[in-house]
């Protein structure tokens, strides 16, 4: 067995140790991005939950307030003199003994014209104006 000149006997060629530098490296390299890939991927899915949760947790909190609020409103519905002052301001209703007052306006004098935001909706038909 021969070897070359350059090289010692007993040693391995410098270009062995560079291929298995090489692959140690490579090794090395490979098995950090799959540490990385296992690491990063339950990370992520943790986070997107977390967020879930946060957008939950408001949707929550926004859905009590508003039940809170229809639940005053029910409880107001069932009070009677919440009820009437609702029908009076509301829908111009009026109460047995209250006083009525009409206005008898010609429908060719066009003299009371209210705008379409006029806030009590009976007032228009007291005008005489039946639509």
């Known amino acids: 067995m021969s070897t070359?000149?350059?090289?010692?006997?007993?040693?391995?060629?410098?270009?062995?140790?560079r291929v298995m530098t090489v692959l140690v490296g490579l090794v090395i390299v490979v098995?950090?991005?799959g540490l990385l890939a296992v690491l990063l991927f339950p990370w992520q899915l943790l986070t997107s939950q977390r967020r879930s949760i946060a957008h939950a947790e408001e949707t929550l909190a926004r859905l009590q307030a508003e039940t809170s609020h229809l639940s005053e409103r029910?409880?107001?519905a069932k009070d009677p003199v919440v009820v009437a002052r609702i029908a009076r301001e509301q829908f111009s209703l009026?109460?047995?003994?209250?006083i009525l007052y009409r206005l008898n306006v010609d429908p060719a004098d066009d003299v009371v014209d209210l705008p379409s935001a006029w806030p009590l909706p009976g007032v228009a038909y007291l005008l005489g104006d039946r639509d």
């Open 4 to 17: 070359p000149a350059d090289t010692p006997v007993g040693r391995r060629p410098r270009s062995g140790r």
């Open 31 to 33: 098995s950090a991005v």
């Open 74 to 76: 029910v409880a107001d």
């Open 94 to 98: 009026v109460r047995e003994g209250d």
